[in-house]
């Protein structure tokens, strides 16, 4: 580390405090006697990933979170959802150890956890990551969702709206008709 102010390689460190997410050093140079501030932070080590082609590149959370946004577009899951869900799978990657890691097993915990989600969250992403080999493939797998007994964790927020607006235009489709038949009785 060197001075800020005259480059000087050498300093003392004159107060540490824990910062967060790291640690926040006061320094002194012993050149100049300027003081500084500097941060750590733990960085996890890297992680590549393998993909299909056999090329690695190095894990990209932005790609990843990209990747799952667009399988959850305009569904009706609570904020934060998405970024909960790639941060979970973060830790869970960091966690393992692993210096490499397949895109395979990556794609297996997304698709995994949008299965308890959101279905159609989880059919638009597994059918661009597992590639359906055709309809008859993908009708299985709708057919075994709609089998499965388990209910997704989070309701959809839909559903509930459909009868009201139902009930709503028949409401109104009644007022007209009264009306209609009032005018009628005037007449
Ligand atoms: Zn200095």
Redesign the pocket.
């Given at each position: 580390m060197n001075?800020p102010?005259?480059g000087?390689a050498e300093d003392k460190v004159i107060d540490s405090r824990e910062a967060g997410d790291g640690i926040r050093r006061r320094r002194q140079?012993l050149?100049?006697g300027?003081r500084f501030t500097t941060y750590e932070r733990l960085q996890p080590a890297s992680l590549f990933v393998l993909k299909k082609d056999e090329r690695r590149e190095e894990f990209d959370r932005e790609k990843l979170l990209a990747g799952i946004r667009k399988a959850c577009e305009k569904r009706p899951l609570p904020t934060g959802t998405v970024d909960k869900l790639v941060d979970d799978i973060e830790t869970e990657l960091y966690q393992g150890g692993r210096a490499e890691i397949a895109s395979d097993v990556i794609g297996d915990m997304v698709i995994e956890r949008l299965k308890k989600l959101d279905h159609i969250a989880y059919i638009r992403f597994a059918s661009v990551y597992r590639e359906f080999a055709d309809i008859t493939t993908l009708k299985e797998e709708v057919d075994t969702l709609l089998g499965a007994e388990t209910e997704p964790s989070i309701p959809s927020n839909q559903l509930p709206l459909l009868p009201d607006e139902e009930l709503a235009v028949k409401g109104r489709q009644a007022g007209q008709k009264k009306g209609r038949a009032r005018t009628g009785s005037r007449r």
């Open positions: 001075c102010y005259c000087h140079c050149g100049c300027s």
